[in-house]
């Protein structure tokens, strides 16, 4: 099952040139790869920073893990 | 399906108290309810990956939360779980707040645990409820998949440092007052522990260090977890048990 989406023609075409000499062989698969890679970023959880990791450790020994 | 998983949730304190636990009683009540006596280590980085991979500990290896001073990502662990195998297949997924990593594991939900999920103080400790409530709610309102698994994780980090207080029964209310407004959205149902609970002292497998920076551990893991399904035909004896169980209700291939 799909759906329709429209885009305007300006972009569309900037899309048409961007592609040229790439993989994706229509706008319509690089707008699905595009959009299926913001998705998945938004979904990841972001990385601990080392301040944030050195939290967890703490509380991991308060809790009796470590 | 409703996979609801309650970290270190144990029949000693839900036995005693269920006149207090109406939708756990209920719930009881219209399904069937058992004891996993578990043949692994009561541990719940091992137990969860078990849980949803259908690997044992010794297959997946996953052995704790930090391994060689490093804290494990999901990307270390090399087992496909269960939604990676539906969401492959073309079946909806999504699973929020599992606790096999720190911090816990959410497929195809953007969601920010209350502190790294090791909610240790009070207000935490609600708040984590609140907060898992509220996001699986908005889940199963806004676009609700064929499986949705959510697990808390308040019980667990109470039970350590305050077993026998007064205090952990207030929360199990709080988590079955949570479970009420869940159970609503379907008919198909496993509730699960990790693991349960006893007394330090008591444990038959010691798992935690007794003395922390925190204090006094008061409780430790017990190898006997809950068990209460509704609608599910399935034997659920083990953890693995749920990943099998799932498998075959929506790709017809249990014990493949």
């Known amino acids: 099952m799909s759906k329709i989406l429209e885009l305007p023609n300006d972009l569309y075409e900037k899309i048409e040139e961007t592609i040229k000499g790439t993989e994706f062989k229509s706008v319509e698969e690089y707008v699905i790869f595009v959009l299926e890679e913001v998705l998945k970023e938004e979904e990841e959880a972001e990385p601990l920073s080392p301040e944030e990791e050195a939290q967890v450790k703490e509380r991991l020994k308060g809790l009796g893990y470590l | ?256």
């Not at chain 2, 108290?17 to 004891?35: D, V």
């Not at chain 2, 996993?36 to 290896?61: D, Y």
């Open chain 2, 1 to 256: 399906m409703l996979v609801i998983g309650i970290d270190g949730a144990t029949w000693k304190v839900i036995r005693p108290n269920i006149e207090r636990l109406p939708h756990i009683h209920q719930l009881m009540e219209e399904g069937s309810y058992a004891t996993i006596h578990l043949t692994q280590k009561p541990w719940s980085p091992s137990v969860w990956c078990s849980m949803f991979s259908g690997r044992s500990s010794e297959e997946h290896r996953h052995k704790d939360f930090v391994q060689n001073g490093h804290i494990v990502r999901r990307e270390d662990i090399k087992v496909e779980f269960i939604w990676d195998l539906l969401d492959k297949n073309g079946i909806s997924v999504k699973a929020l707040n599992i606790p096999f990593v720190v911090p816990p594991y959410c497929f195809k939900v953007k969601f920010e645990p209350v502190a790294h999920g090791l909610p240790i103080e009070e207000p935490e400790l609600l708040e984590e409820i609140t907060k898992v409530t509220e996001k699986a709610l908005e889940v199963l309102n806004n676009d609700r998949p064929e499986v949705f698994i959510v697990v808390y994780t308040a019980l667990d980090r109470l039970s350590h440092l305050h077993w026998g207080e007064p205090l952990l029964v207030d929360y199990y209310k709080k988590i079955d007052n949570a479970l009420g407004k869940l159970l609503k959205y379907d008919n198909e149902v496993i509730v699960i522990s990790d693991h349960g609970f006893c007394a330090y002292d008591e444990a038959p497998i010691r798992t935690l260090l007794k003395h922390t920076p925190r204090g006094e551990i008061k409780g430790d893991h017990h190898p006997d977890a809950i068990l209460i399904t509704k609608n599910i035909n399935f034997h659920i004896s083990q953890p693995t048990d749920v990943f099998y169980c799932i498998k075959e209700k929506y790709l017809g291939q249990a014990n493949e």
